[in-house]
T-cell receptor, first 112, second 111 residues
């Protein structure tokens, strides 16, 4: 079974803090994705990566950056957290091509 | 740009009913369509993946159909149970490997 894990299920941070969200997959997938999910807005793509050290902006990259130094790990960084970044963050991975995406359990982030 | 719409946004049914969830998409040049389930506060779980060359896929009480030319897919749930209560999302993949998601149908099956 493919497993995608995220470093935290719940996270509380203060405005202005630097926040790291980690995602690890164990199936040697090339593609990895970061989404945020908000009520009424659905899933929105923040960044994705199709290979190590490669990254592409999604629909809402402002205020975020990413890092992919190893194939299995994709990190989302909030450089200076703001209250409007309070959300559910979901990581996903997929093999090369347009195959099934596998999702992690999500991290619910609250920025105070 | 691909747009995916799911109707209805919410549905409440008594246990035992057969039900249909709808997904429509604007660009019929798709590679595949996927149905996901999401429980409250959790990640998404893949239910069924239909390739563009296929008409339907079945898994247990679930059946998903695809009509690419009309830009529609349906997810049929037979003999619904309270454990089926969740949000169901469809996602369409086209020219890129980034799927476009609908906003989901929130389903409640009450005993």
């Amino acid at each position: 079974d493919v497993k995608v894990t995220q470093s935290s299920r719940y996270l509380v941070k203060r405005t202005g803090e630097k926040v790291f969200l980690e995602c690890v997959q164990d199936m040697d997938h090339e593609n990895m994705f970061w989404y945020r999910q908000d009520p009424g807005l659905g899933l929105r793509l923040i960044y994705f990566s199709y290979d190590v050290k490669m990254k592409e902006k999604g629909d809402i990259p402002e205020g975020y950056s990413v890092s992919r130094e190893k194939k299995e790990r994709f990190s989302l960084i909030l450089e200076s957290a703001s209250t409007n970044q309070t959300s559910m963050y979901l990581c996903a991975s997929s093999p090369r091509g347009r195959e099934t995406q596998y999702f992690g359990p999500g991290t619910r982030l609250l920025v105070l | 740009k691909q747009e995916v719409t799911q109707i209805p946004a919410a549905l409440s049914v008594p246990e035992g009913e057969n039900l249909v969830l709808n997904c429509s998409f604007t660009d019929s040049a798709i590679y595949n369509l996927q149905w996901f389930r999401q429980d409250p506060g959790k990640g998404l779980t893949s239910l069924l993946l239909i390739q563009s060359s296929q008409r339907e896929q079945t898994s247990g009480r679930l059946n998903a159909s695809l009509d690419k030319s009309s830009g529609r897919s349906t997810l049929y749930i037979a003999a619904s149970q309270p454990g089926d209560s969740a949000t169901y999302l469809c996602a369409v993949s086209g020219g890129s490997y980034i799927p476009t998601f609908g906003r989901g149908t929130s389903l409640i099956v009450h005993p």
